[in-house]
């Protein structure tokens, strides 16, 4: 079992930056592909960006495209989600996923086994 805790959460104004930490239990964390979802109430939670566990390919859903940047920190198993330019339409939940199935970046939220509890970020403008 894999737990995953996201923090760094937090209300910012439009334009500035914040950074999401996700910290994971695994003893193996080095062979878990992680990555970031995000949901508002009444929607699907949705693709953010994703990391795979070998040579660390990566992929970022198109809105968050030169804004975003997922890292992982393999030494003190963290992943990090670097959010710049917020925009209001960044407001969120924010939640970190893991898995541990061939290395790839994951996009579909059905793929994750191992969610943390989310974080919220809001943006105002």
């Known amino acids: 079992q894999v737990q995953v805790v996201e923090s760094g959460g937090g209300l910012v104004q439009a334009g500035d930056s914040l950074r999401l930490s996700c910290a994971a239990s695994?003893?193996?964390?080095?062979?878990?592909?992680m990555g970031w979802f995000r949901q508002n109430p009444g929607k699907e939670r949705e693709f953010v960006a994703a990391?795979?566990?070998?040579?660390?390919?990566?992929k970022y859903a198109d809105p968050v495209k030169g804004r975003f940047t997922i890292s992982r920190d393999s030494a003190i198993n963290t992943v990090n989600l670097q959010m710049n330019s917020l925009k209001p339409d960044d407001t969120a939940v924010y939640y970190c996923?893991?898995?541990?199935?061939?290395?790839?970046?994951?996009?579909?939220?059905?793929?994750?086994?191992?969610w943390g509890q989310g974080t919220q970020v809001t943006v105002s403008s």
């Open positions: 695994a003893r193996t964390f080095n062979r878990y592909n």
């Open positions: 990391i795979s566990w070998n040579l660390g390919y990566t």
């Open positions: 996923a893991a898995n541990s199935r061939d290395s790839r970046a994951y996009v579909s939220r059905d793929e994750y086994d191992y």
